[in-house]
């Protein structure tokens, strides 16, 4: 092995993330992924704190043809039989990483039309209340509604779909991982040629979602009718619609790349706490939407009822973090 390979071997091993070892190194994490990707090479300092902190000798970080060793000469193996861990080959990490890049797309579209659906119901609730439209409200509600909900059933099903191709390569989420010679350079490459795209892709999203709020709140203050305030609200949504797809194609693909190097949310303390964390996202998410279907078939309350979905949201961010907090301790 080359010192690159044996610093992510070392790093994995401990338990330690690029971030976590960085600090300890009193460097950046941009310099841990260089080394591990051999683009650079620490300095001998560096070589000697790492040496000390993995807890094995400077020879054997520097030295090729060594294999890896503790401080009393012991040695330690890194093959599935001692570790546990399953191997990646370079093979298995391209075909990972293909099958994403083919589907993150078609994942955020999904997204998108599973929002866009109540953007529909309401655009025609809208439609119904401008002076001169001899449609009844009624009947564009039916119609509304049946769009919806053709909407989200072919989203769900694709979704369902993209899941089962996602299926082989569900144990890169749960399980901890070794990636064998030179996968971890080549993720690593991948992953510093996209980020800036992906940094972008993000920016924009942002911004759209706070701009979203600007044309509804001027119309509400200025021109409080309300079929032009629905369609405000869903000008917003659309609006919503592309930051989201925007969101999920970035996120897909640098939550690929993290699984790969068991970064991030993928780290090995992260996975450990994974089963429970999907557990209460699929119920959470489950729950919202069965309050989303009821306000609107029971209560009628199409035109409100999109406001579920940005409070899910915030809230299921902070409910997350704290199942993540009890899970990590009940796994100490």
Partial sequence: MILADKIINERKRNGWSQEDLAEQ???????????????????IQKIIKMADLFGVSTDYLLKDE??????????I?????????????????????????????????????????????IALLAISQIPGVMITEGFMTAMGVAVLLVMVATAVFVLVIDGLKRKPFQYLETEPIETMYGVSGMVNERKNMLKEKHGHMIAVGVFLCILSVIP???VSCTVPKEWLVLLMVVLLLASVSVAVNLFVRAGSMMGAFDKLLQEGGYSIAEKKSSPVVGAFAGAYWLIATAIFLGWGFIGNGWDKSWIIWPIAGVLFAALITIVKSIAGKNNQ
Avoid at 66 to 75: Q, Y
Avoid at 114 to 120: E, T
């Fill in 216 to 218: 509804l709140v001027v």
């Fill in 25 to 43: 190194l009193n460097v950046s994490r941009q310099s841990i992924s260089k080394w591990e990707s051999a683009q650079a090479i620490p300095d």
């Fill in 66 to 75: 060594m294999e890896p060793a503790d401080l009393a000469g012991g040695m």
């Fill in 77 to 121: 193996s890194y093959d599935d039989s001692t570790t546990g861990c399953r191997q990646v080959s370079m093979e298995e990490a391209n075909e990972f990483l293909m099958l994403e890049e083919k589907l993150s797309p078609r994942t955020a579209n999904m997204v998108s039309l599973i929002i866009l659906g109540p953007a529909v119901l």
